[in-house]
């Protein structure tokens, strides 16, 4: 299972960003993928993810309603619209996949890792 996240960049408070990751086939269609992210000298934190069946993707609640996760089956990708970014969502953003429908929150439980993608957000 291959997993490739793209999209960071620095921006500007209140700014929009759009991640992109680009995961197999098969785990498109049999797993969940997840945003996970890392701030300097902080531990990874599970940031969203959405399944092949869920219809209701997952959150954290420093995100919701500022962050929506996204799939596109026909192109293998997955989304993470971030709107009204803030200097706190800095971070090294990675996508994760787990085969199975549950969405966890915990690191551990997924076994595919993409490369992180830095996202900075400027006060």
């Known amino acids: 299972v291959q997993l490739q996240a793209s999209g960071g960049g620095l921006v500007q408070a209140g700014d929009s960003l759009r991640l992109s990751c680009t995961a197999s086939?098969?785990?498109?269609?049999?797993?969940?993928v997840a945003w996970f992210r890392q701030a300097p000298g902080k531990e990874r934190e599970f940031v969203a993810g959405i399944g092949w069946r869920t219809t209701i993707p997952s959150y954290a609640d420093s995100v919701k309603g500022r962050f929506t996760v996204s799939r596109d089956n026909a192109e293998n990708l997955v989304y993470l619209q971030m709107d009204s970014l803030k200097p706190e969502d800095t971070a090294v953003y990675y996508c994760?996949?787990?085969?199975?429908?549950?969405?966890?929150?915990?690191?551990?439980?997924?076994?595919?890792w993409g490369q992180g993608t830095l996202v900075t957000v400027s006060s």
């Open positions: 086939v098969g785990l498109l269609s049999r797993g969940v």
């Open positions: 994760a996949g787990r085969t199975g429908q549950q969405i966890y929150n915990s690191g551990k439980f997924y076994g595919s």
